[in-house]
Structure formats: C-alpha cells, structure tokens
C-alpha cells in the first residue's frame, strides 16, 4: 500500500475518549466496596460469613477469578471480529450489571452476582487498549494513546478510591456505621449505564483507511498465541507483569485493610487515593516520553526500578515509624511512589509487547500480560484476606522480593525493534 494511502483521522481521539469513558467505569465497579471494607462489612452484617473467603474482600478478588476465565475469549473476540463488537459487548455486560448492582445494593447476593457480571466485562474493555491504538493511531502515538488508556483504568480506581467513603458513613466514630452503601452503589450504576451507552454509540471499529502501514498483517489468534509462547522477551514480560500488576491488583483490592494493619481506623483510602495519584501523573508522563524519545526499554527499566522503594515503604513503614501517624504518612508516600513508576510502566509494557510480538494480534499480547497479573492477583489478595487478613504483612514482604527480581529480570530485555525502525524512518525523513 502507498504511503498516501495512510491517513490518521481526528476522529480517533472520539474512539479514544469513548473507550476511556467504559475504562472508568469498569475500574470504579471492580473496587466499589474495597477503599470501605470495614464499613461493608457492619452494613452487610449477618449476610455472608466475614471468616470465610466468601467475604467482602472477595468482590473485588472475584474480578481476577473471573479474569482467567474470560481473558483468552474475549481477547480471541476482539482479535477475531474487532473492538466494536468485543468492546460493545464488554459495554452492553456493564450497562446491564451496573444497574442490577445498583437497584440491588442492599442485598449481598444481588452484588455479587452483579459483580461477577461486571467481571465477566471486564477483559471485553481492558484486554482491547492496543487493539484500539494500533487500529486508529500511528505508531509515533500509539504509545501516548495506550498511556491515555490506562490513565482512564487509574482514574477510575482513584474516584472510587476518593469519592467512595464521602458517600457512605465510613468513620466508626460517627452514628450510623456503614449506612449509605445502597445509595452509593445506585450512583454509581446510573453512572456507568450512561458511560456503557456513550461507548456502545461513538466506538467504530476502524477508521476508513489505516493509520500506518504496522497494523495490516497478522497472524491468527491462535497462530499469534503460539508466536508470541516462543519469544524470549515476551517471557520476560509475562513474568514482570505476573509480579507488577499482581502487587498492584493485591494492594487495591486491599488498601482498607493495609491501613488497618497500620492502625489506621478510619476508612478513607488514602493509600490508594496516593498510589493512584502517582499513577496518573506517570501514565501521562512516561508514554509520552517514551514516544518522544522512540525507546521502550528504558522505561520500563525506570518503571520497575521505582517499584522496589515503593513496596518496601509500605512493607516497613510501621517499623520506619514509631506511632502509627508516622507510619500512614510513609505508606502514603510510597504508594505514591509506586504508582508513578509501575503504573506509568504498565502501557509502555503493552505497547512494548504489542511491537515485540508483531504479527500476533494486539489484544492476544494484552490478554496474556493481563493475565498474568490477573493470576498473580488472585493468589495475593486470596493469601492476604484468609484468616482475617493474618498474613498481610508477611505478603507485603514477600513483594518486596519480588520487586527485586523483577528490576533484574526487565535489565534483560531488548529493545523493540518495531519502535527503532521506526525512529530510523524519521530519521530519514528529516523528522
């Protein structure tokens, strides 16, 4: 195809803006009860068994149960018939589970089922980030769309982690304990149905000519599975996202209780609040400058080397500090500092797997890091919540171990070759 056969079209920041709306509010269902555990607990009282794994903790765990179910599927959708159809039918589930959650906020039951609902949407929205890039975005952007990306998955975790306990009463102190959890989660369902509708209308499949000439040829699915199984430096990911996502998934879908371990009792999911702060700010930060500077490595390099200080102040910070004041304020920090680094990390690594494992379909390489997370996630949060979450601080120390093999093993990567030839092509270009 000619080089004036390629044409990139504003209508993709639409496509962009659509798909982030549905990112939001897939991220704010997940973690509706966690940043208020405690208080759902008094409010849910004598509904489920709080000693049993079946808890609340569990309705934010059974989005990555779920995840290792759907993952593969709704990445071989969205490969197979394209993000319309994988991301309208991720959005239709959402609509339709988010009200049910809603209308039904007062019986546990009811959330639950919604939730695993909610779950099964999921991997129909988050698994399709690089296959909206690749299909609307040129190459020199796709880096900085994929940061957008994941900045929406962050915004919505830190709304839900912010606005959440203004909603419901959350101080123990107060009268009234855990009331208002119904009414929150009827908000929040009229809310995600209006965004479900927004990405079923506005997200088109692709735009009428490509906007480079990367994304024409791929393998098949089950082809680029096996493709991307054998390349080396997408082991290397699957392992960094198997220890990076999953810490990050175990400490949202703990951060109420993290603060407990702590001695803090109020839940006001500050931890999570500082952690998806840094996110934020590092998802629009080191995307864009790793599309500036045509380089992958070295930030994902920086990424995992900011995980290590970041996991280590939360697993110590009650031994750094005497009183527990002290000891919140350290763990507020270094959430911050680990969500600048690993967060911001996350779309770079997408990316940076998309372009290793081309011909593979984008979303197959997605879903598999994704995955891995996923698994990882479900094993921490599982570990960490049995027993009345008895062995929180042994995990968090065991996170720490992890961050340093992970800073060892991202040195070992190569650049991606996708993204020099790139920088060679401008280069040539006078670019």
Not at 234 to 256: H, T
Request: proline fraction near 4%.
């Amino acid at each position: 195809m000619a080089a004036d056969e390629f044409r990139v079209y504003r209508y993709r920041w639409v496509v962009l803006a659509a798909y982030m709306a549905v990112t939001i509010i897939i991220q704010i269902q997940w973690l509706t009860h966690a940043p208020v555990a405690r208080a759902a607990e008094v409010f849910y009282a004598g509904q489920f068994n709080p000693d049993s794994i079946f808890n609340i903790d569990f309705l934010a765990m059974i989005y990555m149960l779920v995840f290792l179910i759907v993952c593969i599927p709704a990445s071989y959708i969205i490969d197979t018939f394209g993000i319309r159809k994988g991301v309208g039918l991720g959005s239709a589930l959402t609509l339709i589970f988010s009200l049910l959650k809603g209308f039904g906020g007062a019986d546990f039951r009811l959330v639950l089922t919604a939730q695993i609902g909610l779950a099964a949407a999921q991997p129909f929205i988050i698994n399709a980030v690089t296959a909206v890039t690749v299909r609307w975005f040129p190459l020199r952007e796709r880096g900085t769309a994929a940061g957008l990306a994941a900045l929406a998955q962050y915004l919505g975790i830190i709304i839900v982690m912010a606005v959440t306990p203004m909603m419901i009463v959350s101080s123990p102190e107060l009268p009234g304990y855990g009331t208002g959890i119904d009414r929150m989660l009827m908000i929040y369902g009229i809310i995600s149905a209006a965004g479900s509708i927004l990405a079923l209308v506005l997200i088109r499949e692709k735009p009428p000519t490509p906007p480079s000439a990367e994304e024409l040829e791929h393998k098949k699915f089950f082809e680029g599975l096996k493709h991307i199984l054998t390349q080396r430096d997408l082991i290397i990911m699957l392992i960094l996202f198997f220890i990076g996502l999953g810490i990050f998934n175990a400490v949202s879908s703990m951060v109420d209780s993290i603060a407990a371990n702590l001695g803090v009792h109020d839940s006001d999911g500050l931890i999570g609040v500082a952690m998806l702060g840094g996110g934020v700010i590092g998802a629009v930060i080191l995307p864009i400058l790793s599309d500036k500077f045509r380089k992958r490595k070295i930030f994902l390099v920086l990424g995992l080397g900011g995980l290590v200080p970041g996991v280590a102040g939360l697993a110590f910070a009650d031994s750094i500090a005497a009183a527990s004041s002290g000891a919140y304020i350290i763990a507020i920090v270094s959430a911050f500092i680990l969500g600048f680094f690993v967060m911001s990390a996350g779309p770079v690594g997408f990316q940076y797997a998309a372009e290793v494992g081309f011909p593979a379909p984008e979303s197959t390489s997605q879903g598999l890091m994704l995955l891995a997370g996923q698994i990882s996630g479900l094993i921490f949060v599982a570990g960490m919540s049995i027993k009345s979450n008895a062995y929180i601080d042994l995990f968090m120390k065991i996170f720490v171990v992890f961050a340093v093999i992970s800073l060892v093993l991202v040195l070992r990567l190569r650049e991606s070759p996708m993204i020099i030839t790139e920088a060679d092509k401008l280069e040539e270009n006078g670019a």
